[in-house]
Nanobody, 125 residues
Framework: QVQLVESGGGLVQAGGSLRLSCVAS????????MAWFRQAPGKDREFVAA????????YYEDSLKGRFTISRDNVKNTVYLQMNSLKPEDTAVYYC??????????????????WGQGTQVTVSS
């Protein structure tokens, strides 16, 4: 089983940017499709983006397209989430997840079986 550790969260003003990292250990992430989810206080976990094992395809929550970019470096065993033009409603704990390689990326959290502990992102207005 792969272990995942997120980092890069923090406090940022609206309009700012952050890049989250998810470093994997125990197994190579080449064996997985990877995704980011987020969870705001009092809300369900929400899909953010996913990326196929080779770096493509990518799949985004519609409302986040154009502001968020998912990428991966299989050599560094790391997945990234670049977040631009951040809004207060982006405030949440962001989680990295690993799931089986599939021909079709999914936004269903049940399809991902390894999760990190999360990193807090807070966007002030």
């Amino acid at each position: 089983q792969v272990q995942l550790v997120e980092s890069g969260g923090g406090l940022v003003q609206a309009g700012g940017s952050l890049r989250l990292s998810c470093v994997a250990s125990g197994r190579t992430i080449r064996d997985y499709d990877m995704a980011w989810f987020r969870q705001a206080p009092g809300k369900d976990r929400e899909f953010v983006a996913a990326i196929g094992w080779s770096g493509g395809p990518t799949y985004y929550e519609d409302s986040l397209k154009g502001r968020f970019t998912i990428s991966r470096d299989n050599v560094k065993n790391t997945v990234y989430l670049q977040m631009n033009s951040l809004k207060p409603e982006d405030t949440a704990v962001y989680y990295c997840a690993a799931g089986p390689i599939s021909g079709v990326l999914t936004n269903d959290p049940a399809r991902y079986y390894s999760w990190g502990q999360g990193t807090q992102v807070t966007v002030s207005s």
